[in-house]
C-alpha cells in the first residue's frame, strides 16, 4: 500500500506562486512516478506535472508549462516528498491539487498511465 499526503495549499494572490509537497510512503517505490493532478469546480480533473522517483525525469502539462517545476527527496527507499512548484499564477489555477502514485510505464504518455493511489487533496484559491 502508497500513501501520499499532501500539504501547503491555500489563498495565493494573482501573479504569486505556489510550492505543494507529497509525502508518499509505501514499499520500495523506486519504480514509482508522482503525479499531481488538480480539479476545479465544474471541471473534470486534469493533470499538471508528474516526476519518476527513479531518474527524476519530469513532464509538465500544456496548462502550466514554463510555470511549473516539480523535484523528488528520497528520505529511504520507502518514503520520498515530492514538490510542486507554479509560479505566476491566475484565478484558473484554483483547484484542489492532488498527487498520485503509479508504476511507471514507458512508452505512453503520463496522462495515460492509470494511477493507483491518490492523496486527499489541498485546495489552492488564487484570488486578490
Known amino acids: 500500500q502508497v500513501q501520499l499526503v499532501e500539504s501547503g495549499g491555500g489563498l495565493v494572490q494573482p501573479g504569486g506562486s505556489l510550492r505543494l509537497s507529497c509525502r508518499v510512503s509505501?514499499?520500495?517505490?523506486?519504480?514509482?512516478?508522482i503525479g499531481w493532478f488538480r480539479q476545479a469546480p465544474g471541471k473534470e480533473r486534469e493533470g499538471v506535472s508528474c516526476?519518476?522517483?527513479?531518474?527524476?525525469?519530469?513532464?509538465?502539462?500544456d496548462v502550466v508549462k514554463g510555470r511549473s517545476s516539480i523535484s523528488r527527496d528520497k528520505v529511504k527507499d520507502t518514503e520520498y516528498t515530492v514538490h510542486l512548484e507554479v509560479t505566476t499564477l491566475r484565478p484558473e489555477d484554483t483547484a484542489i491539487y492532488y498527487c498520485?502514485?503509479?508504476?511507471?510505464?514507458?512508452?505512453?504518455?503520463?496522462?495515460?498511465?492509470?494511477?493507483?493511489?491518490w492523496g486527499q487533496g489541498t485546495q489552492v484559491t488564487v484570488s486578490s
Open positions: 509505501g514499499f520500495t517505490l523506486d519504480d514509482y512516478a
Open positions: 498520485a502514485a503509479v508504476e511507471e510505464s514507458y512508452g505512453s504518455s503520463w496522462l495515460d498511465w492509470e494511477f493507483d493511489y
Open positions: 516526476i519518476s522517483l527513479n531518474d527524476g525525469a519530469t513532464w509538465h502539462a
